[in-house]
T-cell receptor, first 114, second 111 residues
Framework: DTAVSQTPKYLVTQMGNDKSIKCEQN?????MYWYKQDSKKFLKIMFS???????INETVPNRFSPKSPDKAHLNLHINSLELGDSAVYFC?????????????FGPGTRLLVL | TQLLEQSPQFLSIQEGENLTVYCNSS?????LQWYRQEPGEGPVLLVT?????EVKKLKRLTFQFGDARKDSSLHITAAQPGDTGLYLC???????????FGPGTRLSVLP
């Protein structure tokens, strides 16, 4: 069974569109994350979400909004997509969100904005 | 903002050689993790180091956390083609609120 899954794996869309990426974890973890990996492979945390507490990286545009219907899901909604949003987006989860914990990553969603 | 630097950025070696990858920062981290990421996949955790000066071994991989908890190294002995991948270090600040990744070292081990 896949621990952290993301859909879709690939997403190609036009500039200005609104899109969502879904993430689910079946590990029973309390904390979930969204990361963006750019073309230079630099991973940057966008959000962490723990027990309904959302910690936002202040550099993330407000066009990005995480939505968590329940503890096992953290979806990423992006409004008015821009060319610079093209990247690979990774979802991850950890047990309690403590710094020493293992974060389990999903396979990534490759977003290409045309 | 805490930053992590990694060196070298790219490394191509022959099977059987040894190598060391470095992760450096001017900031202190409460813990530091090393991940390996293969093409098309998400990062997979290799190790977490917590104590300054700590050394952990994972088969042919040796990880060291600097005494001041500002740097770390990953040493691979007798590299194999299966070691090929992007090696990322990631650190958490003393409050555990910020988790940052280094830019990665792309390792290629040729048979």
């Amino acid at each position: 069974d896949t621990a952290v899954s993301q859909t879709p794996k690939y997403l190609v869309t036009q500039m200005g569109n609104d899109k969502s990426i879904k993430c689910e974890q079946n590990l029973g973890h309390d904390t979930m994350y969204w990361y963006k990996q750019d073309s230079k492979k630099f991973l940057k945390i966008m959000f962490s979400y723990n027990n309904k507490e959302l910690i936002i990286n202040e550099t993330v545009p407000n066009r990005f909004s995480p939505k968590s219907p329940d503890k096992a899901h953290l979806n990423l909604h992006i409004n008015s997509l821009e060319l610079g949003d093209s990247a690979v987006y990774f979802c991850a989860s950890s047990q309690d969100g403590q710094d020493q914990e293992t974060q389990y990553f999903g396979p990534g969603t490759r977003l290409l904005v045309l | 903002t805490q930053l992590l630097e990694q060196s070298p950025q790219f490394l191509s070696i022959q099977e059987g050689e040894n190598l060391t990858v470095y992760c450096n920062s001017s900031s202190v981290f409460s813990s530091l993790q090393w991940y390996r990421q293969e093409p098309g996949e998400g990062p997979v955790l290799l190790v977490t180091v917590v104590t300054g000066g700590e050394v952990k071994k994972l088969k042919r991989l040796t990880f060291q956390f600097g005494d001041a908890r500002k740097d770390s190294s990953l040493h691979i002995t007798a590299a194999q083609p299966g070691d090929t991948g992007l090696y990322l270090c990631a650190g958490a600040d003393n409050y555990g609120q910020n988790f940052v990744f280094g830019p990665g070292t792309r390792l290629s081990v040729l048979p």
